[in-house]
């Protein structure tokens, strides 16, 4: 077999990065928010710049979209959780004298 050159290889190239670009807009075709495309497609692998190519977006679109929603799935220190309590803890513990002391975590 022999070698390709570069041009072939430039070919070949432009050729693969079409191909990819077709199944992956394919594969979020029915998804009507742009969020959840980059979602997805952050989920097969892709990187935010290679996203952003993908979807025609500029430079750092897809990555302060994914941060944005790695903020929302974190929930906050002391902020109330999904049964509608504080995620904070009263701990008791005794001290020498036999006094117990109560503290929030």
Known sequence: MRDLDEKQFAVLNDKLDKMIRFLALGAVRGLSQEKDKIKELDAAGFKPNEIDRLLGKTVGYSRVVLERLKEKK????????????????????????????????
């Not at 995620?87 to 036999?98: E, I, Y």
């Open 74 to 105: 974190q929930p906050q220190p002391g902020a109330p959780s999904a049964t509608g309590t504080s995620s904070s803890t009263t701990q008791t513990s005794s001290t020498p004298q036999g006094q117990q002391e109560m503290t929030t975590v």
